[in-house]
């Protein structure tokens, strides 16, 4: 390695993650990102429901989770 920063901003997803759930708790419905997690959470527990091997709990906070990231890196 050459020493430089990394081209990606994935060393700031933490904090990133922690502001944008601060503000979907603050703001509840009329945040921008709490429809999208909401419905990825949805969709997850179905699929969790649908698949043998995953349960609807672990579906709700997999789709919950991806919404989440694919909200903070597009």
Known sequence: ?????????????VSD???EIKGMAKQGLNHPSTKP???GAAI?????????VVTWPLGLVAGA?????????P
């Not at 997850?44 to 043998?52: F, T």
């Open 1 to 13: 390695m050459d020493g430089r920063e990394p081209n990606h901003q994935d060393h700031d997803l």
């Open 65 to 73: 989770g991806f919404m989440l990231y694919k909200r903070l890196r």
């Open 17 to 19: 993650a922690g502001d």
């Open 37 to 39: 997690v909401l419905t």
């Open 44 to 52: 997850g527990a179905i699929a969790g429901g649908i698949l043998p």
